[in-house]
């Protein structure tokens, strides 16, 4: 059972660690996965980022621990239809809010809050704020923070749930299975992740004070650089 256990926690530190390369790559950061288009944190890549490291990283452990112990068929794991449902959820959520996103960058950018350069670096706290209109990046969105709770909740149970039952099946042989996440629960993430679509769909009205898409989309070289002092004018 060792070898599931130390297979598991490896495949997560290279799943991790790929992230991290990822995002080096892509925005010079190590957090670089976490940064959507618009130079912010998103919690549309946390929650996938999560789901996807729970998941494979379990599924790489229980099949490397099977093969070290000399099992015949060390791929032979089945993959209940919860687990990929929840797979799906998390990934479907993911498409349909990143092209609503993407679709209001192009059509109202001048709304649109966003990151980049010297004087709008990301924060932390973008992921559980309003990103668009008046009051983007000043009041919290309550959407966001309910799904964050039950995806976080539900990342930990799972994990749990997965030792859980590794450790009762005494051999990595008789580890056969994903575990298998109970209806009710895959019907409550269902319903988070439906309804943080949901709040991404109506467009709010005014601008926000900082950064916005419009000029990132017009500046594609500038944000990165820019530097300003606080009374100079945005460009136009």
């Given at each position: 059972?060792?070898?599931?256990?130390?297979?598991?926690?490896?495949?997560?530190?290279v799943?991790?660690?790929?992230g991290?390369?990822?995002?080096?790559?892509?925005?010079?950061r190590?957090?670089?996965?976490l940064?959507?288009?618009?130079?912010r944190?998103?919690?549309?890549?946390?929650?996938?980022?999560l789901?996807?490291i729970?998941?494979?990283?379990?599924i790489?452990?229980i099949?490397?621990?099977?093969?070290?112990?000399?099992?015949?068929?060390p791929?032979?794991?089945q993959?209940?239809?919860?687990a990929?449902?929840?797979?799906?959820?998390?990934?479907?959520?993911a498409v349909?809010?990143?092209?609503?996103?993407?679709?209001?960058?192009v059509?109202?950018?001048?709304?649109?809050?966003?990151?980049?350069?010297?004087n709008?670096?990301?924060?932390?706290?973008q992921?559980?704020?309003?990103?668009?209109?008046?009051?983007?990046?000043?009041?919290?969105?309550?959407t966001?923070?309910?799904?964050f709770?039950?995806n976080?909740?539900?990342?930990?149970a799972?994990?749990a749930?997965?030792?859980?039952?590794?450790?009762?099946?005494?051999t990595a042989a008789?580890?056969?299975?994903?575990p298998q996440?109970?209806?009710?629960?895959?019907t409550?993430?269902?319903?988070?992740?439906?309804?943080?679509?949901?709040?991404?769909l109506?467009?709010?009205s005014?601008?926000?004070?900082?950064l916005?898409?419009?000029?990132?989309?017009?500046e594609?070289g500038v944000?990165r650089?820019?530097?300003?002092?606080?009374?100079?004018?945005?460009?136009?």
């Open positions: 059972m060792a070898a599931i256990y130390v297979s598991w926690v490896i495949s997560a530190a799943l991790i660690g790929l991290i390369v990822v995002g080096l790559v892509t925005t010079s190590v957090d670089g996965i940064i959507d288009t618009r130079g944190y998103s919690l549309t890549h946390l929650q996938s980022v789901w996807t729970a998941i494979i990283s379990l790489s452990g099949f490397f621990g099977r093969l070290v112990d000399g099992v015949a068929d791929l032979g794991i993959l209940p239809a919860q990929l449902g929840v797979f799906g959820i998390s990934l479907g959520s349909v809010t990143t092209a609503v996103k993407r679709s209001k960058d059509t109202t950018p001048a709304r649109i809050s966003a990151s980049g350069g010297a709008y670096p990301p924060r932390l706290a992921m559980f704020l309003v990103e668009e209109g008046t009051f983007a990046d000043e009041a919290g969105d309550v966001k923070f309910q799904a709770a039950v976080i909740f539900l990342v930990i799972y994990v749930l997965a030792a859980y039952e590794i450790n009762a099946a005494g008789a580890v056969t299975a994903l996440l109970n209806v009710s629960l895959l409550l993430l269902g319903i988070s992740h439906g309804a943080y679509v949901i709040g991404k109506p467009t709010s005014g601008s926000p004070s900082g916005v898409m419009s000029v990132r989309n017009s594609p944000f650089v820019l530097k300003r002092s606080a009374s100079a004018p945005l460009p136009q």
